[in-house]
C-alpha cells in the first residue's frame, strides 16, 4: 500500500506532461530479416503514443502499448511492448513538417508463444512528414532477456498518424 502512492503520482505527472503533446498512432507490417527457414515469414503491429512537449528539431514519445502478432521459428505468437521514440527532422517542428524524419526506439515487451518471452528492442528507420501522416521504414532488433533464445531482425513498413494535438 505504501508503493501506491508514489506510483500514482508518478502517472499524474507524466499525463501532465504529456498534455499539450500529440497523440499518435501507428500501424505496421514487416518481415523478418534473419537467415534461415525459421524466420521467414512476417509481424503485424500497432501501437498508441504520447509525445512530450517537442524540442527544436526533435520530438520524444512515450509508446504506451504497442500490440503485435508474429511468427518465429514456426509458431504463432502474440506480443505486447512499451518503450521510447525519438523522432528527428531538419524542420523546427518534426510531426507536420512535410519532410524527412530520422526515428529511432528503444522497448521492452513480452512475447506470448514460443521464442522470446520477455525481450527488449531497439529500431531505426527514415520516414518522411505528410503533414498528420508519417509513412516510414525500419530496421528492429529483438533479443531475449534469456541468453539461449533466438533473437530476431526485422525489417517494417508502417504509417504514423496524428490522431489530434
Given at each position: 500500500m505504501r508503493f501506491r502512492f508514489p506510483l500514482l503520482a508518478l502517472c499524474l505527472a507524466a499525463c501532465t506532461l504529456a498534455l499539450p503533446g500529440q497523440i499518435v498512432a501507428s500501424g505496421?507490417?514487416?518481415?523478418?530479416?534473419?537467415r534461415g527457414e525459421?524466420?521467414?515469414?512476417?509481424?503485424v503491429a500497432g501501437s498508441i503514443a504520447i509525445a512530450l512537449p517537442p524540442l527544436p528539431h526533435a520530438l520524444f514519445?512515450?509508446?504506451?502499448a504497442s500490440l503485435g502478432f508474429d511468427r518465429q521459428q514456426h509458431h504463432n505468437g502474440g506480443s505486447i511492448a512499451?518503450?521510447?521514440?525519438?523522432?528527428?527532422?531538419p524542420s523546427l517542428r518534426p510531426a507536420g513538417s512535410w519532410g524527412p524524419l530520422v526515428l529511432g526506439?528503444?522497448?521492452?515487451?513480452?512475447?506470448f508463444g514460443l521464442g522470446l518471452h520477455g525481450y527488449t528492442?531497439?529500431?531505426?528507420?527514415?520516414?518522411?512528414?505528410?503533414g498528420d501522416w508519417i509513412p516510414y521504414l525500419e530496421f528492429r532488433?529483438?533479443?531475449?532477456?534469456h541468453p539461449h533464445r533466438p533473437g530476431d531482425n526485422q525489417i517494417l513498413i508502417g504509417l504514423k498518424f496524428i490522431l489530434f494535438g
Amino acid at each position: 500500500m505504501r508503493f501506491r502512492f508514489p506510483l500514482l503520482a508518478l502517472c499524474l505527472a507524466a499525463c501532465t506532461l504529456a498534455l499539450p503533446g500529440q497523440i499518435v498512432a501507428s500501424g505496421s507490417f514487416g518481415v523478418h530479416a534473419n537467415r534461415g527457414e525459421a524466420h521467414t515469414v512476417g509481424r503485424v503491429a500497432g501501437s498508441i503514443a504520447i509525445a512530450l512537449p517537442p524540442l527544436p528539431h526533435a520530438l520524444f514519445l512515450w509508446n504506451m502499448a504497442s500490440l503485435g502478432f508474429d511468427r518465429q521459428q514456426h509458431h504463432n505468437g502474440g506480443s505486447i511492448a512499451t518503450g521510447f521514440e525519438l523522432w528527428l527532422s531538419p524542420s523546427l517542428r518534426p510531426a507536420g513538417s512535410w519532410g524527412p524524419l530520422v526515428l529511432g526506439e528503444v522497448a521492452v515487451g513480452r512475447r506470448f508463444g514460443l521464442g522470446l518471452h520477455g525481450y527488449t528492442a531497439v529500431g531505426g528507420g527514415v520516414g518522411w512528414s505528410l503533414g498528420d501522416w508519417i509513412p516510414y521504414l525500419e530496421f528492429r532488433r529483438r533479443v531475449s532477456f534469456h541468453p539461449h533464445r533466438p533473437g530476431d531482425n526485422q525489417i517494417l513498413i508502417g504509417l504514423k498518424f496524428i490522431l489530434f494535438g
